[in-house]
C-alpha cells in the first residue's frame, strides 16, 4: 500500500462507493485510488428506494421493482399505475457487497479499514490521517464529516421513522404495490404516515414515518406499527416475526452546503447537501453527482461540485418546509390534494424537479393556495438568496 493516491474516497457508504464505482468503469486509466471506511463490512441496514424513468445503475442489485403504489389520505384511497416513473429499493448490503468486490479486485484500487481522523487540503495536496498512517492524493472525496454550512436551516425538520421487516404466518400483503403513504391523520406535531414496502406476500418492510422537528422515543413508532398491522392487515403479535429493524434520521432542511470540506476535498452525498429537502431522497441524486464528477475528472481534470437546484425547485422546497414545520394540518391538507389533483408519475416528476413551469403550475394550483401564499409571504426575504 503506498501513501499516495491519485483520489481517496474517505467514506464508503451510499456515495463513496457510488463515486469509487462510477470511477472504474469509465476507466481509471491507470489513476490509483484509496477507499477508505472505519467498516467495510456490508451491513443490511439502509433500504435506498428512488423513482427513475431510465434503467438505473446498479441495476443487477435492485431487490424490488413496483409499478404500481398505493396512497391513503383522509379516508381516501388511490391506487396508482406508475407508467414513468418505476419505484426501486436496493438493499445497502447488497449494494457494498457488489461495489467493495468490485473494488477489491481492481488492480489500482486499494481498499482500507480505518477510522478516518482528519481531513484537510491545500491548492496542491489532500491530505488523510487515520488510524493506519498519513496518505496524500489529488482530491479527496468525503462522505464522513459534516461540513460547514453556508447557511443555518430556517425550518429545521427530520424526516425520521422505524421500520420492522416483518415475515407474516398468512398472504397479506399485495406484493405488486407499495405503500407510498398511508398518512396518520391523529398525529399533531408533524406529518405522519406509513410507507409499506412489500417483498412478498408473506414479507414486507414498514416503516412508520415522521416529518417533524424532533424524533420520538421508540415505543411511539412500535406502537404505530403493531397498530398498523392490525388495523390495515388483521394481524396480530404472534402472527408475525420481526426479522429486521431499521432506523433512520433524515436532516430535511433548507440549509446551504459547502460544496468543498476543504481545497480539494470535495463533499459527497448528505454532506454535500444531495437529500431533497422536502423529501429526504437522496439515492438517485448521488449517482447522478458520481456521474459529474467522473465527466468532470475525465474533461478537465477537475471533479464537479454537487450540484444545487435550480432556484424555483428550491423555493418550493422552502416553503413546503415552512408549512410543514408552522402548520402541520394544512400540509396533510396540501398532501391530500396533491394526490387526489395528480397521478403519482405527475407528482414524482415535479419531485425529481424533471417537470416544466407548466406542469409545475399545474401542481400548483391543485394543492390549497392559502398555506402557500403565506408561505411565499412568511419566506419573502429568503427566497432569492436561497
Ligand atoms: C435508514 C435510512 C434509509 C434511507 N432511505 C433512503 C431512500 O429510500 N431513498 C433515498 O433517496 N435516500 C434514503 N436515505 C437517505 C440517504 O440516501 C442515505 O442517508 C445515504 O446513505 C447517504 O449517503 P452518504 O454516502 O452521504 O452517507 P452514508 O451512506 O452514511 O456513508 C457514509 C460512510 O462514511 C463512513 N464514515 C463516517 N465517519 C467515518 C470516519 N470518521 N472514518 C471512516 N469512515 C467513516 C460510514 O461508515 C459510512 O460508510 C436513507 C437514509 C437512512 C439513514
Request: proline share 5%; with cysteine.
Amino acid at each position: 500500500m503506498s501513501d499516495t493516491y491519485d483520489y481517496i474516497i474517505a467514506g464508503a457508504g451510499s456515495s463513496g462507493l457510488s463515486l469509487a464505482w462510477h470511477l472504474i468503469h469509465a476507466g481509471l486509466d491507470g489513476k490509483k485510488m484509496l477507499v477508505v471506511d472505519q467498516n467495510l463490512t456490508p451491513t443490511n441496514d439502509k433500504t435506498w428506494c428512488f423513482w427513475q424513468k431510465e434503467t438505473p445503475s446498479f441495476a443487477e442489485v435492485i431487490h424490488k421493482k413496483w409499478t404500481q403504489s398505493d396512497i391513503f389520505v383522509n379516508g381516501d384511497h388511490y391506487h396508482e399505475q406508475l407508467r414513468k416513473y418505476p419505484y426501486y429499493s436496493i438493499r445497502s448490503s447488497n449494494y457494498s457487497s457488489a461495489i467493495l468486490n468490485e473494488l477489491d479486485q481492481h488492480p489500482d484500487v486499494d481498499l482500507l479499514e480505518s477510522p478516518v481522523l482528519e481531513l484537510s487540503g491545500d491548492e496542491m495536496t489532500a491530505k488523510l490521517k487515520c488510524n493506519s498512517g498519513h496518505f496524500k492524493a489529488d482530491y479527496i472525496f468525503q462522505s464522513c464529516f459534516s461540513p460547514s454550512l453556508k447557511r443555518q436551516p430556517r425550518y429545521p425538520l427530520l424526516q425520521h421513522f422505524l421500520g420492522w421487516e416483518v415475515e407474516t404466518k398468512s398472504d397479506v400483503f399485495d406484493e405488486n404495490s407499495f405503500i407510498l403513504m398511508d398518512f396518520d391523520e391523529t398525529y399533531r406535531t408533524g406529518i405522519a404516515f406509513m410507507y409499506v414496502l412489500p417483498w412478498s406476500s408473506n414479507s414486507a418492510l414498514l416503516e412508520y414515518t415522521i416529518f417533524s422537528q424532533s424524533p420520538e422515543e421508540l415505543s411511539v413508532y412500535e406502537k404505530k406499527l403493531e397498530l398498523y398491522l392490525y388495523n390495515r392487515y388483521g394481524i396480530k403479535k404472534l402472527e408475525y416475526q420481526i426479522q429486521r429493524v431499521e432506523f433512520g434520521k433524515i436532516p430535511m432542511t433548507d440549509s446551504i452546503h459547502d460544496p468543498w470540506y476543504a481545497p480539494r476535498v470535495l463533499n459527497l452525498g448528505a454532506n454535500a447537501g444531495l437529500t431533497k429537502p422536502s423529501t429526504g431522497y437522496t439515492f438517485r441524486r448521488i449517482q447522478e453527482h458520481s456521474r459529474k464528477i467522473v465527466e468532470s475528472l475525465i474533461r478537465d481534470g477537475k471533479p464537479a461540485p454537487a450540484p444545487r437546484s435550480q432556484r424555483r425547485f428550491r423555493n418550493y422546497d422552502l416553503w413546503l418546509l415552512q408549512i410543514i414545520h408552522d402548520h402541520p394540518q394544512e400540509a396533510l391538507d396540501v398532501f391530500r390534494e396533491l394526490f387526489k389533483n395528480n397521478s403519482l408519475d405527475e407528482v414524482f416528476r415535479f419531485l425529481g424537479e424533471e417537470s416544466n413551469i407548466r406542469q409545475d403550475l399545474k401542481i400548483m394550483a391543485s394543492v390549497p393556495w392559502w398555506p402557500f401564499f403565506r408561505a411565499i409571504w412568511k419566506t419573502k426575504n429568503s427566497v432569492f438568496s436561497f
